[in-house]
C-alpha cells in the first residue's frame, strides 16, 4: 500500500521575504536595468528611513513627557471629577464645562493656561529635535506612498522585477495590516507581468 503523500508545509511570510530579498540581491547585477528591482531598493531605505524617524521621534517625545508633562491641562468640573479630566484643545474645554456664559470666564482663563503649557511644549520640541524628527517621519512615509502607488503601475521587464513588485507588496501589508484593498492592484499587475515575461520567452505567445 503506498505511503500517503505528505502535505506541503505553509512558508511562513518572513521565509519567503527573506527568500525574495536574497533571489533580488543574487540578480542585482543581471537585472538592474528593470525599473522595479530599482524602486524596491528605494522603497526599502524609504522605510528603513520611516523606522528611524519613528523611533528617534518616540524617543523624544517620552524625554519631553518626562521632562515638562504631556501638552495638556487638568479641567476642574464641578462636581469634581475622582479621576483628572484634561484637555488638549479649546473645544474640549467648552465640551467640558459647557458654553453658558456663567463659564465664560473660567473657560477663558483655562484655554490661555493651555495656550502657554501647548507654546512650551513646541518650544521645546523645536529645541530637542521633536518637531524634525515628526516632520521628516512625515516625508519619508509620503514617498514611500508614492513609491507603492508607483510600483503598483510599473510593469516588470524580468522575473526579479516581478520579485520585487511581490516584496514592496507584502511589506506594504506588514506596516498597514488593517487595509484590504491595496495588494489586488499589486496582485493583477504581477500576474499581468508573469504573462508578458512567458510571451516573451516564446512560450504560447497568443495567451492573452
Given amino acids: 500500500m503506498p505511503s500517503p503523500t505528505p502535505h506541503p508545509r505553509p512558508v511562513s511570510a518572513r521565509a ?3 527568500a525574495a530579498i536574497r533571489l533580488l540581491n543574487a ?3 543581471q537585472e538592474s536595468a528593470d525599473p522595479l528591482v530599482a524602486l524596491w531598493r528605494e522603497w526599502s531605505q524609504t522605510a528603513a528611513a520611516v523606522k528611524r524617524s519613528c523611533r528617534t521621534a518616540q524617543k523624544l517625545e517620552r524625554h519631553l513627557f ?3 508633562g504631556p501638552p495638556r491641562i487638568v ?3 464641578d462636581p469634581p471629577s475622582p479621576q483628572p479630566v484634561y484637555a488638549v484643545d479649546g473645544h474640549t474645554i467648552d465640551r467640558l464645562l459647557g458654553t453658558a456664559a456663567e463659564t465664560h470666564p473660567k473657560r477663558t482663563r483655562l484655554k490661555r493656561e493651555l495656550k502657554a503649557v501647548v507654546a512650551r511644549w513646541e518650544r521645546e520640541a523645536d529645541a530637542c529635535g521633536l518637531t ?3 516632520a521628516d517621519e512625515i516625508a519619508a512615509a509620503r514617498r514611500m506612498d508614492d513609491l507603492l502607488k508607483t510600483a503598483a503601475a510599473t510593469p516588470a521587464q524580468s522575473l526579479a522585477g516581478v520579485v520585487a513588485k511581490l516584496v514592496i507588496v507584502t511589506d506594504w501589508g506588514r506596516w498597514e495590516p488593517e ?3 491595496q495588494p ?3 496582485l493583477h499587475g504581477a500576474l ?3 504573462i508578458m515575461l512567458t510571451n516573451k520567452s516564446g512560450i504560447n505567445p497568443h495567451i492573452y
Avoid: G, K, Q
Wanted: hydrophobic residues 60%; neutral net charge.
Fill in 16 to 18: 519567503a521575504r527573506t
Fill in 27 to 29: 540578480l542585482a547585477d
Fill in 66 to 68: 518626562a521632562t515638562i
Fill in 75 to 77: 479641567v476642574p468640573l
Fill in 132 to 134: 524634525a524628527a515628526r
Fill in 179 to 181: 487595509t484590504a484593498s
Fill in 184 to 186: 489586488w492592484p499589486f
Fill in 192 to 194: 499581468m507581468d508573469v
